[in-house]
């Protein structure tokens, strides 16, 4: 299957003066891995590396790629969901979502918008004036006595929740195509029109005298439905049923007379 393309490219990862160069590699292949291509530098100590390619192993063309930036307002200027990421609960209370919370935002917002997932640094993680540049903080529910993952680690959780996602979303897309038959033209609701009206009349509830306005009913009802060419079908199948049982027991009842 080709990802390019993909809504999963609308999610930026973006690192904060990344300290190791090799934490930026194992970020790179952490998301190359999960499908995410869009990687965007703040500041970083070291890049490009030797280091940071060799962690990386297949996942170079990332950081071929990547973004470098002097401050994490411009990393972000084109983004309308920033979510920072923290090992520490703060005191001040920024909104918070899980990592799960955050994956399914992100992809909700996906079509229509570019997300940012923000990491800090390796020993300070991000300071309160970037995360006030952030909608949501968000925090991997770890250890508390021990609660701060590696960078590449931290961003491997976020990039699989997003992939979950995704992955569940192009479920749901491809099952409801399943479903999804062409409507029904002029011509096959006639056709369903006559064949219920001769139905009707065939088990004895409608009296063909009298059956203008009840049709009328039925076909206003119908077209409220805005069937589809398997449903009209569906119910044709009953109605042939339904006719069968009566030709059926008249047969019978006939054959019980002239015994
Ligand atoms: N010592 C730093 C943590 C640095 S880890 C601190 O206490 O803040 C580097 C980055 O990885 C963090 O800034 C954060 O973006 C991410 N990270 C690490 N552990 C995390 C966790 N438990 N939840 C969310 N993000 C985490």
Redesign the pocket.
Known sequence: MSESGSLLDNIRVVLVETSHPGNIGGVARAMKNMGLSHLCLVNPNDFPSHAASSRASGAGDLLAQAQVFSSLSEAIAECDLVV?????LRKVAWPQLDVKQTAELAMSKAPLSKIAL?????????SNSELDLCHYL?????NPAY?????A???QVFCYECRVAWLAQQDAEERAEGYRFELASSEQMEGFYQHLQQALIDIEFLDPEKNARFMRRMRRLYHRAELDIKEVDILRGILTAAQRQVLLRNTEAKDVQTN
């Not at 920072?84 to 520490?88: I, L, P, Q, V, Y």
């Not at 923000?118 to 991000?126: A, N, P, T």
């Open positions: 920072g990421a923290s090992a520490r923000v990491f800090g640094r390796e020993d300070s993680g991000l968000a925090h991997i529910p770890s609660s701060s993952l590696n960078l680690a931290a961003v």
